[in-house]
């Protein structure tokens, strides 16, 4: 499937000829299938006259050959070796340091299958924003029920969020899910890297809301640009039919929705006062929901503006 069409979907938007590059940051985990799958579709993108890709890909210890294939598959790209014990943030930033320097870079999930013309439009709305800092995000779609998973954040308050659904032009957000993530070098010497406070969950939203206090525009392109499904809640922390006592070391855990360490960064860095109690809320609820034998229940919602992988 291609991405529509339109204003923001047209190669002429784009005017700048000269040679540049454009940096793919991912990071992999013993999904081979679903890493050469991702890499297939970026592969096969549009490109300006002039942009080359450049794809550096941290290889995080996988067991199933996931580095291996992409080398035989792929021998333009850089695969880096992790221990391990990466995560999205330490795979990540291994890459991004690899990559520089670069014009743009672009954070993609390995779980993502980019739609025809998606590159593009990520390309051509950044252009047309007329703010070379302008990050610009990809929405993505369940492949079989249409539904939007993964995108731009709207804040609801301070503590809930929701996705964003894309429209027919471009919106600005208040975060964002690092799945289809445009960034311009421009952005990144004002915002800097991710920070390694967090080492997977929080990371893309606390980068999209600093982006938007540096006053850099943040902007969900139109439509869906790629394809992927959201985890399933079975063996998670928001699964009922766990024990209390491993949903609660799943919540505390590092790819958890709040390792206590990484949530108190990100409450002193963006919740307003007081902030203990906003600190706290995630586990009272939790206390709460053992208490009531699961009539108050963890709202899976209030993980959104962190990381889906």
Request: aromatic share 8%; glycine share 10%; hydrophobic share 40%.
């Amino acid at each position: 499937m291609a991405v529509q069409s339109g204003a923001y979907g047209e190669a002429a938007v784009m005017t700048d000829s000269s040679s540049y590059d454009i940096a793919v940051l991912l990071t992999c985990f013993n999904r081979r299938e679903t890493t050469l799958r991702c890499l297939r579709a970026l592969y096969q993108q549009e490109l300006p006259a002039g942009a080359e890709l450049r794809v550096v890909l941290t290889d995080d210890g996988s067991s199933d050959g996931t580095g291996d294939a992409v080398r035989s598959e792929f021998p333009g790209a850089t695969v880096l070796q992790g221990d391990g014990n990466q995560y999205w943030v330490g795979g990540t930033m291994m890459a991004w340091e690899a990559a520089r320097p670069a014009k743009f870079y672009l954070w993609l999930n390995d779980d993502v299958k980019l739609r025809d013309g998606a590159l593009m439009a990520l390309l051509n709305v950044q252009a047309a924003s007329g703010d070379p800092a302008t990050i610009t995000v990809g929405a993505t779609c369940d492949p079989d029920a249409g539904k939007t998973c993964t995108g731009g954040m709207r804040r609801q308050g301070w503590y809930n969020v929701s996705v964003m659904e894309p429209t027919d032009e471009p919106q600005l957000c208040d975060s964002i899910n690092g799945n289809i993530v445009l960034i311009p070098r421009e952005a990144e010497e004002r915002i800097g890297a991710l920070d390694r406070a967090y080492t997977h969950f929080f990371a893309d939203g606390d980068y999209g809301i600093r982006a938007r206090k540096q006053g850099i525009p943040v902007l969900l392109a139109p439509g869906h640009l790629g394809e992927c499904r959201l985890n399933p809640i079975a063996n998670s922390s928001f699964d009922a039919k766990l024990p209390l006592a491993q949903r609660w070391r799943r919540m505390l855990g590092p790819k958890g929705y709040r390792p206590p360490r990484q949530w108190w960064a990100f409450v002193r860095a963006h919740a307003p006062r007081p902030k203990a109690v906003y600190w706290l809320a995630p586990y009272v609820l939790f206390g709460l929901e053992s208490a009531t034998g699961g009539r108050v229940r963890l709202r899976r919602t209030v993980s959104r503006p962190m990381k889906i992988t």
